[in-house]
Each structure stands twice: as structure tokens, then as C-alpha cells.
């Protein structure tokens, strides 16, 4: 039998998603730095769709579209702030969706790892197009001072080739 965790830490850990969310699409990213710990990764791999050995790798283990840690994530973030955000010029205009949230303990009593599916739909300026990205995230989430902080994300997106440049976080 898998084990699990209370309702109320399942409801806490959606909680904090879609306040993170929230934050992402208010464009709030300094709120949204703060619900980090400083030890935090967040790795988006390239999706593997040929070459030998594809059905047993989906993701590759040595291309990203992002491999961050928490001071480059910061540094993106104050650059946000700024003139030279080139890909977020205009601003992007976002709707974050995070559904199916799925909670299991780990070894450490004061983490978590917690899946959970996303959305995100982006427009641009006055332009009529738009980009959807769709995928899988996989997270760490710490109490830290009892507050969630997020700790590790892997995303894992359904797409093998970017419709754009990325200024995003998912």
C-alpha cells in the first residue's frame, strides 16, 4: 500500500500551487522568489523523441530548456524588472491552470513531493496568436518555519519543441 499524507497537508500543498500561480500570473515574481527555499533547483528537460533507446528515456538527462538554481532564478526575476527582458517585451499576459494535484511523503518529515498537472495559456501585446503550454510538474515542497516553500521542480512539458522563446516560469 502506498502511504500518504493527511487531507489537510494535500489541501495545504494545492493551496500554495495556486498561490504560486496566482503570483505568476499577477506578475508578482519578487512574492513569487519568496516562496522558495535558497537551496531550490527548478530543471525543465528536453523531451527525447528519436535516436536509440527513446522508449526507454523520455526526457534527456543532459539537455534543458531550463537548469536553474535559486540565485540565476533570482537574477532572471530582477531582470524582469528592468528594460532588458527582451522576451517580455511587451509583458506577457498569463493564465495559469494547475490541476490533479497528487501529494506522497518523502524520507524527511518536513518534505513532500507533490505532482501536479498545468496550463498555461500566454499572449503578447495586441497580437491575435497565443501560446499553450501543457505539461507534468514534479515538485519538492518544504515546510520551512511552518510555511511550504518550494524546494525542487522538475517540469515536464508535453511539448519536444518550444512555440516560442521562453521568458516563462511553470
Known amino acids: ?20 500561480a496566482e503570483y505568476l500570473d499577477d506578475r508578482r515574481f519578487r512574492d513569487w522568489l519568496q516562496l522558495m527555499t535558497e537551496d531550490m533547483t527548478y530543471e525543465m528537460p ?11 528515456l523520455e526526457f534527456s538527462e543532459s539537455g534543458f530548456h531550463m537548469n536553474e538554481r535559486f540565485p540565476t532564478l533570482a537574477m532572471r ?69 511552518g510555511e511550504l516553500r518550494l524546494a525542487a521542480r522538475r517540469v515536464l512539458l508535453v511539448h519536444t519543441t518550444l512555440p516560442t522563446n521562453i521568458g516563462l516560469f511553470f
Not at 528536453?46 to 526507454?56: E, I, N, P, Q, Y
Not at 499572449?123 to 514534479?138: I, S, Y
Open 77 to 145: 526575476v530582477e531582470r524582469l524588472y528592468t528594460e532588458r527582458a527582451y522576451a517580455e517585451d511587451p509583458p506577457s499576459r498569463t493564465t495559469r491552470m494547475v490541476t490533479n494535484v497528487r501529494v506522497q511523503p518523502r524520507a524527511s518529515p518536513s518534505e513532500v513531493d507533490v505532482k501536479s498537472n498545468f496550463s498555461c495559456y500566454r499572449a503578447q501585446g495586441d497580437a491575435t496568436e497565443f501560446d499553450l503550454f501543457t505539461g507534468e510538474r514534479r515538485d519538492v515542497l518544504r515546510k520551512v518555519d
Open 46 to 56: 528536453v523531451r527525447v523523441t528519436r535516436g536509440f533507446g527513446v522508449r526507454d
Open 1 to 20: 500500500m502506498t502511504p500518504t499524507v493527511s487531507t489537510e497537508l494535500e489541501l495545504q500543498c494545492a493551496r500554495f500551487l495556486y498561490l504560486e
